[in-house]
């Protein structure tokens, strides 16, 4: 090949324009639907970072008595339940909009999507009311203002994962069903 052939096929159009679309999955996947999938596993990252002190008994501001449990039961829960949320934050929502996620009965992918949706859906209600103190629901405590922000923040954003993932579900399903 020589330089001009190769000038000339590197600025050359593509025949293929850029799509919104999987094209390795049976039909269409909505580019909010890719989008949200890949955005997922990052909304869950936070809440995983923020856990991890509390395996070694650092309480991140919460004004709650020290609990004397050893550092051999605390830090593999805490990094295993770290690990198994992100784990299936991946799964989820990559088996929505993948093709090995089709491949699977339509009908597990979607009450696997839906129980895992409505189940942190119901966490989310319970964020909003302990958060805004809705209906006699009341937040734990925190030393300080500074503490209770990025509290907030990250598990505001941990609870938008169960919504997502009931959005994503529809979306597979009106996909599957079309």
Not at 1 to 30: F, G, K, L, W, Y
Not at 78 to 86: A, K, P, R
Not at 125 to 153: C, H, K, S, Y
């Amino acid at each position: 090949m020589t330089t001009t052939d190769m000038t000339i096929s590197a600025t050359a159009p593509s025949t293929t324009t850029p799509s919104a679309t999987n094209p390795t999955t049976e039909r269409p996947v909505p580019v909010w639907a890719l989008r949200t999938a890949r955005a997922l596993p990052l909304l869950a990252l936070p809440v995983c970072l923020w856990r991890l002190p509390f395996g070694f008994g650092f309480r991140m501001g919460m004004d709650m008595p020290r609990e004397d449990l050893s550092l051999w039961v605390t830090v593999p829960y805490v990094l295993t339940l770290s690990l198994l949320s992100e784990a299936f934050a991946l799964l989820c929502a990559a088996g929505l909009v993948r093709p090995w996620g089709e491949r699977a009965p339509a009908w597990l992918v979607v009450a696997a999507g839906t129980v895992a949706g409505g189940a942190f859906t119901a966490l989310t209600v319970q964020w909003v009311l302990t958060t805004f103190e809705l209906a006699g629901f009341q937040d734990i405590g925190f030393v300080n203002g500074w503490w209770r922000a990025p509290a907030t923040v990250v598990s505001g954003l941990f609870v938008l994962w169960g919504p997502l993932i009931l959005a994503l579900t529809y979306a597979y399903h009106r996909r599957r069903r079309a």
